[in-house]
């Protein structure tokens, strides 16, 4: 029986309770909670053979597959720290990723084999790679076989405890990704949802809870169509896994809303989550175009969140799905989940507002009718990672009380809710990505015929947003095309990164300071093609 609100604790108690249940659906592989355990502790037991601890950073490098999910747990149950790894990253942006995270281990697919080698020598803190069979045929010299990890015995029971954390990396609102600690108790209740979802008992109060909590919730399966690298998707799967559910996973390498309609039905699929409307768009274009070739009468929720989910979508799945309910969530890395949407005549959505969700202005909780910024106390995080600077600036006390500061504006109404107006800052939201502009405008200063640039956000009726970027050139240079300067970024960033479209001026308008003027970007942004 749990004795502490520990990912690893818990999930223990599940599969104690419910052992063959299943717990998960792959595209090669069925696990039961029974299961799932028992490969988890050998993956631990094999973890720590090599040196892994508690403490140690674990990075989760591989598109979704159950090993991305049996790695998460095994690191959590040495008491080290799991952390998502974004797969499209290129060298320059792991080598800082891995650095940052002082990375003890890596957990990769075996096609990303040759991008690990030649990254590898330069984190000084690493102990092993562990390559993960993918079916690529990938030569992985230099990294462990997974399926090694897993011949071992079971090891256990490792220390503990509800003062270790798990490392979620978010871009924020500045160039590079900072990882957010969420210690377990607050990731359980502000992440999870206390197990409460999902069954008629409601929110646990107690470790011991866990065990009703998983007897007792609704027999449903979660199908989670967002990249487990996607805190989202890691907080829908933690939310249904402690209440016992069925986790179906999508293990394909684009999306693909055929393949995922036809998993949803041939699995019996009850919870469809997904990001906003770049996969929302899809979903419903295929449900348009092919009506009839999928009975989803057994779905009861199709549910959105880290990304905006536009009203015209919600109502055409609505049409298309009518046994489902429509869910909206909103929340951030740096402060849980905030909520579901209401409609809003005007910004985004309507959130609740009270003792623990308020708005915050210049370092003060707002008083009704004015703006500022969506903020979280009670379970919050406890900073970013190795970086005391950025933690001062999110993670404030206010009266006493600490507050995790999101960067989503918003403004205290008088009934008690607060309407959310989107980020408040240059950060651009494509697709769930999220890109900032300064990393871009410098690799596209890198280009010898570009002299200057700035970087914004136009708007698109799928991704929500396309990243365009504003340059000018060097006297003297040719103009070179878009398909030049792709090709130069292409090696450089990540490809939702580069820009779609470019937009070419005599100056790039700055400051007297010279900081870059965003809303004279946005302005001159839409006029890109």
């Known amino acids: 029986m749990a004795s502490q609100f520990h990912l690893a604790d818990l999930f223990e108690t599940v599969a104690a309770t419910v052992p063959d249940r299943v717990a998960l659906i792959g595209d090669n592989a069925r696990y039961t909670f029974a299961e799932l355990n028992e490969r988890c502790d050998r993956l631990a037991a094999g973890l720590a053979a090599h040196g892994v601890g508690r403490g140690d950073t674990v990075g989760l490098y591989m598109y979704n597959s159950p090993a991305y999910l049996e790695g998460f747990i095994a690191a959590c149950k040495l008491g080290a720290v799991p952390y998502n790894v974004n797969y499209r990253y290129r060298a320059e942006e792991l080598r800082y990723l891995f650095t940052n995270a002082d990375s003890a281990a890596i957990i990769h697919g075996a096609e990303f084999s040759p991008i690990i080698r030649e990254v590898r ?7 092993v790679t562990v390559a993960v069979d993918d079916g690529s045929g990938e030569d992985i010299s230099g990294s462990v076989p997974y399926a090694e990890l897993l011949a071992h015995e079971a090891g256990g029971p490792w220390e503990r405890g509800e003062q270790d954390y798990l490392l979620c990396y ?3 609102t500045t160039g590079m990704p900072k990882g957010v600690m969420w210690p377990h108790r607050a990731f359980f209740f502000a992440c999870a949802g206390a197990a409460g979802y999902f069954n008629p008992h409601g929110p646990a109060k107690e470790p011991q809870d866990i065990e009703s909590r998983a007897r007792d919730g609704y027999p449903l399966k979660l199908f989670p169509l967002a990249p487990l690298m996607h805190m989202a998707a890691v907080w829908a799967v933690w939310g249904a896994l402690l209440n016992g559910l069925t986790i179906v996973l999508d293990e394909g390498r684009a999306f693909d809303p055929e393949r995922m309609l036809d998993t949803a ?3 019996g699929a009850n919870m469809i989550q997904f990001v906003g409307d770049a996969m929302a768009t899809p979903l419903r274009d295929t449900l348009r175009a092919h009506p009839g070739r999928w009975n989803l009468a057994h779905v009861v929720n199709l ?3 880290g990304a905006v989910f536009s009203q015209h979508l919600k109502d055409d799945l609505k049409a298309l799905v009518p046994s489902a309910a429509i869910t909206d969530g909103m929340g951030s890395s740096e402060t849980g989940v905030s909520g579901q949407a209401e409609k809003s005549e005007e910004g985004v959505m309507r959130l609740p507002a009270n003792e623990t969700q308020q708005v915050v202005v210049d370092g003060r909780l707002a008083r009704v009718g004015e703006t500022g910024f969506v903020a979280r106390t009670g379970n919050t995080p406890i900073g970013y990672y190795g ?3 950025k933690t001062a600036e999110t993670f404030v006390t206010i009266g006493g009380t600490l507050w995790a500061v999101s960067g989503d504006t918003a403004r205290l109404d008088d009934d008690g809710m607060m309407t959310v ?6 950060c651009i939201n494509t697709g769930g990505e999220k890109v900032f502009p300064e990393e871009v405008e410098e ?11 700035v970087v914004a956000g136009q708007k698109d009726e799928r991704w929500g947003e396309r990243v365009i970027g504003v340059v000018s050139l060097r006297p003297g240079a040719a103009q070179p095309d878009l398909a030049a300067v792709k090709a130069h970024l292409a090696p450089l960033l990540a490809g939702y990164k580069v820009p779609k479209a470019l937009v070419w001026v005599d100056e790039v308008k700055r400051s007297p300071a010279g900081k870059q003027d965003y809303r004279w970007a946005k302005d001159m942004v839409e006029q890109a093609q």
């Not at 020598?121 to 102990?127: H, S």
């Open 387 to 389: 970086d005391p600077v």
């Open 303 to 305: 549910g959105s969140g």
């Open 443 to 453: 690799a596209l200063r890198t280009h010898p015929a570009i002299f200057d640039a």
């Open 121 to 127: 020598g330069d984190v000084p803190t690493l102990k």
């Open 170 to 172: 978010t871009g924020g």
């Open 421 to 426: 107006f989107g980020r408040g800052s240059t």
């Open 265 to 267: 039905v041939r699995e």
